[in-house]
Structures are given as structure tokens and as C-alpha cells.
């Protein structure tokens, strides 16, 4: 998490009250619980650099089975969002495409979203580029891959219909969403996409989470299960989802709810569909 007041490059967490209100959820849900698996212990960051010439990308590129787009909903964390939008081009599996959703964000979110993407647009491309070749995306396709960002008009509608309005105008095969101040490790879309060539029948993937500014919690994730995601609570937000499971869903990300459990109503509506996790047995996320 981001503190407004810490300095250097990585001040985190500017608490909305979306994001006390998540906090103490989650202290209520995890604290003292062996299943939730808070834990206090050296840090795993794998590192997994892709060229493009490993073996493992052969059943993704002859299934085209591994674009991703990330979701960035954005609301007064302008000073943040270059370091989110920069953690996802620092991906050694580039998504394919970026979608920033500025909620009617008084600070102008949108603004700043747009000259960092400019800033990273050469990089971009050239990952878009290598991506198209080694997964022998068609030109067609390609072409809907291009970085975004969308701004709601009139009042904000919050961070679930932001999330949702985003994935419901993808292509790609996967979706992941980051909260515009949070952080990527940069070998987690490659360790996903590795899992899901050697299993093509994953639709879920995810990771170990650390808390980091006010928070050094790091969060042993439990395995995914119907019963636990009742019992124990969400899985982190930054998991990736197959788009058609999140289309499965009967609301995605519910709007309806009290701000802070739009998560929460996605993993129980996961229960009642075919869900096949996969965990990465590492620290792949920072919230």
C-alpha cells in the first residue's frame, strides 16, 4: 500500500476511504487465521526472462492462448499511476494491452495515464511486436491491441463498474486488474503464462501477495476452494482470470455492493463455476 506522505519513489497508498475500508476488511477476514496464511518471512521474487525461444511457448503459440489485458481503474491516484503503468511495461510477458478507466477522478487521472503511456508508447509497441511473434498472432488481431484510456462521464460510478466496462470491450484471452496504485513483480505474467502452456484447461491464476508502505504484511495466498473463498475471504484482486470466466459470472465485479467487497462478490460467484486455479508459489503482486 501507498502512504501520500513517505518520500522517494515509492510513497504508497493515499488512503481512499474504498481503500480503509478494504484495509480493515481484510485485517477482520485474515488476522490470526493459519488458513489465511499472513506470514512475516523472506521474500520469494522469481525471476523468469522470456527471448521468445523457449519451448514453453510452443502450446501458447500454436493455441493463441495467452494474451492479457490489465485493467487500471483510477480514482485520485494520479501520483501513483506512472508507477503502476510502469510495473506492468516492466512485465518480461508484456500484456498485450493496457486499459486505464479514470472514474470521474477529480485529479485528473486520465491526463497523467495518457502522458505516461505516450512516454512508454516506442517500448510498447516493440512488446506488442514481439508478442505477435512469438505467439504468431494474426495482423487482424493485432490490431486491436493498442493501450487505453477511458474516462467516465458525470459522477463516478466506482471501481467495479470501471472494471467491468474495461474487460466487457476486450479481446485478449485473459484479464488481470491492478488498482492504479499498486505493483506488478515483473516475472508474473510469465510465470502465469508458463503454467497455463503446460495446462490448458487453467481459466485462474495467482500468487503470493506482500503489503508494502503502511503494511508489510505478505500474504500466503491458500489455495483456491469454493468452501475457503466463503470461509477465508478474497483472493488478491491482481489474479488472473480467463475473459469468458469472468463473462460466466452473473455481475463480474458487483456494483451493487458496499464499496470495499467488489472482489469479495466475484469470488463467491466463482464458486458456482468450473474454476481451475493455479498458484504461483511466490510473491507476485504488492498492494
Not at 261 to 271: A, G, P, V
Request: net charge positive; charged share 25%.
Amino acid at each position: 500500500m501507498r502512504s501520500a506522505t513517505s518520500g522517494g519513489r515509492r510513497p504508497r497508498l493515499l488512503f481512499s476511504s474504498r481503500r480503509r475500508l478494504r484495509s480493515v476488511l481484510l485485517t477482520c477476514a485474515f488476522a490470526g487465521l493459519v488458513g489465511a496464511g499472513i506470514v512475516l518471512r523472506a521474500r520469494s521474487r522469481p525471476t523468469l526472462s522470456v527471448t521468445g525461444d523457449e519451448d514453453w511457448l510452443r502450446p501458447l503459440r500454436e493455441r493463441h492462448d495467452a494474451t492479457i489485458t490489465a485493467i487500471v481503474p483510477c480514482f485520485k491516484q494520479r501520483q501513483f499511476i506512472a508507477e503502476t503503468l510502469h510495473s506492468l511495461a516492466d512485465q518480461t510477458f508484456p500484456p498485450a494491452r493496457v486499459v486505464v478507466v479514470d472514474d470521474a477522478s477529480p485529479d485528473l487521472c486520465a491526463d497523467e495515464a495518457r502522458r505516461v503511456l505516450a512516454d512508454l508508447g516506442r517500448r510498447r509497441r516493440e512488446q506488442v511486436a514481439a508478442l505477435s511473434r512469438w505467439l504468431d498472432i494474426p495482423g487482424d488481431v493485432l490490431s486491436h491491441f493498442q493501450d487505453e484510456v477511458l474516462v467516465t462521464e458525470g459522477p463516478g460510478r466506482g471501481v467495479a463498474a470501471a472494471r467491468n466496462r474495461a474487460i466487457s470491450s476486450t479481446r485478449t484471452r485473459w484479464v488481470v486488474c491492478i488498482d492504479g496504485d499498486d505493483l506488478l513483480q515483473p516475472s508474473y505474467f510469465a510465470l502465469a503464462m508458463r503454467a497455463v502452456a503446460g495446462d490448458s484447461s487453467l481459466n485462474l491464476v495467482y500468487g503470493n501477495q506482500e503489503f508494502f508502505g503502511e503494511s508489510q504484511w505478505r500474504w500466503d495466498v491458500p489455495e483456491w476452494s469454493p468452501q475457503g473463498a466463503v470461509a477465508s475471504g478474497p483472493l488478491p484482486v491482481m489474479t488472473l482470470l480467463r475473459r469468458e470466466l469472468w463473462a460466466a459470472t452473473p455481475h463480474g465485479f458487483d456494483s451493487v455492493l458496499p464499496k470495499g467487497h467488489e472482489d469479495y462478490s466475484l469470488w463467491l460467484q466463482l464458486t458456482r463455476l468450473p474454476v481451475r486455479p493455479y498458484k504461483i508459489h511466490a510473491f507476485v503482486s504488492l498492494y
